[in-house]
């Protein structure tokens, strides 16, 4: 599971605890050491963290231990986030290793808070969140979805976990029968485990997807991940990981709930089984049902960046522009998501005079926002290749990726541009808070 890794003096303790709680509470997990002692213990804490907080005081000024710490985070690239309790001068190693991030301190009236915040900034980055997302249906949310979701695990080698939002369950169906994907959801092991308490977390609660006329806003803690989600490699398929947490028509129920109150707990159950599960993957990637439902409000809330897909016509960017107007209208400014828009299933034949309009700023109006600059460099083309299949018996689900299918048939194109557009969304992801 990947932390936070709090450096120390040893002679901070009520600092030290004051961090890790306040981390703690935040969601993101803090690791630490005695602050003393040998390197191995530390050095692998370190190798496995997103960021390395820095406790700066007197004393770890100091502190041989810190040092070593810091310079052990620096050789592997992690962010350092400093947080200073005292007025101690920095010097040395500290004034030029530390200092030039040192923003926050116990003498700022929010200091522990911003802190924390640039913590968990760096955890989201860490893991990013994608929704895929338009208010108009048939523009291959479920295909980008389970493709690119392939693309972008087989050009990095990262762990990605996909999460089926949508009540059609389709993308669960891709890589599943839908027998397998019924009897997920009789176990809970589906996706209203994220929302509710289920049987996954105590034996004997109730499946809450027996009675839709029933909301349980007690609070549980997330599901292990290997009891949970459904894994899509497998020990003979490409290395990685590439998980599911499967789908179920029974999450429409929260569309026709009447309790306000109970609806909120349930969303904020979801953005911290959400935040929880951040912690194991590289990729976290929603499909979502093309309407603006409680579903969406969720999705938007947990996502770092929608992906929109369209067609290149205007009926897909009414879709779009509804979706746009959602996100500025109804989510508020702190979580609102970045939006980027991919064309998809666009005829190469001959170009398409739509989309060059579009990436020449000719839709930026009708669109509500500049279109022209959310616009992804990759499009994918028209191909009977990304026609959505059920698997077939006794096939590795992972054959269903495209970028790991079989040879021939005019695949290589395909391929290409499914690494194109992995490689785009990579450095979108890679690109720093606020760019």
């Known amino acids: ?68 710490d810091v310079e052990a985070a620096r050789a592997r690239g992690l962010r350092i986030i ?15 290793d530390v200092q030039p991030f040192l923003r926050h ?30 208010l108009k249906g048939g523009v291959g949310k479920t295909t980008v979805s389970a493709q690119l979701s392939g693309a972008w695990q087989a050009l990095t080698g990262g762990r990605v976990l996909m999460i089926d939002l949508d009540p059609q369950y389709n993308l669960t169906q891709t890589f599943f029968s839908m027998e397998a994907a019924d009897a997920f959801a009789a176990e809970d092991r589906s996706v209203i485990s994220l929302f509710e308490r289920s049987r996954l977390h105590a034996r004997d609660a109730v499946s809450p997807a027996e009675s839709w006329l029933t909301l349980t806003p007690a609070p549980f803690s997330p599901a292990a991940r290997d009891a949970f989600v459904h894994e899509l490699l497998g020990p003979d398929g ?29 969303k904020q159950h979801f953005l911290r089984c959400i935040e929880h599960y951040r912690s194991e993957y590289d990729l976290i990637l929603f499909d979502t049902n093309p309407n603006a439902t409680f579903l969406t409000r969720c999705a938007l809330e947990a996502a770092d960046r929608v992906i929109a897909p369209m067609h290149a016509d205007i009926y897909s960017l009414r879709g779009v522009r509804l979706l746009g107007q959602v996100i500025r209208g109804q989510i508020g400014s702190a979580r609102q998501p970045d939006l980027s828009v991919l064309f998809n299933m666009v005829n190469r034949n001959e170009q398409s005079t739509f989309e060059a309009d579009a990436r020449n700023g000719a839709f ?9 600059r959310a616009l992804m460099t990759a499009a994918l083309p028209r191909s009977a290749h990304f026609t959505v299949r059920a698997p077939e018996e006794g096939q590795p689900r992972w054959r269903q990726l495209l970028v790991h299918a079989g040879r021939g048939g005019g695949l290589k194109p395909i391929r290409n541009s ?15 808070e606020g760019v």
């Open 238 to 266: 490409p290395p990685g990981r590439l998980d599911l947490i499967s789908g179920q028509f029974e999450i429409s129920k929260y569309a026709f709930a009447a309790d306000p109150d109970a609806l909120a707990a349930i």
């Open 364 to 372: 930026d109006t009708l669109a509500g926002f500049p279109l022209s």
């Open 418 to 432: 499914l690494r194109q557009l992995a490689g785009d969304l990579r450095t979108l992801l890679d690109q720093p």
């Open 105 to 134: 301190s116990s003498a700022q009236p929010d200091g522990l808070a911003r802190f924390v915040a640039e913590v968990q900034a760096a955890y989201r980055q860490k893991c990013p969140v994608i929704a895929v997302m338009n």
């Open 82 to 96: 400093p947080y200073q309790i005292d007025k101690a001068r920095l010097t040395g190693f500290f004034k030029t």
């Open 1 to 68: 599971m990947s932390h936070v890794y709090i450096s120390h003096s040893g002679a901070d303790p009520d600092a030290l605890l004051a961090l890790h709680e306040a981390l703690r509470t935040a969601g993101v997990t803090p690791a630490y050491g005695t602050g003393t002692g040998e390197r191995a213990g530390a050095d692998e804490a370190i190798g496995r963290a997103f960021a390395l907080a820095v406790l700066v005081s007197a004393d770890a000024i100091r502190s041989r231990h810190v040092r070593a």
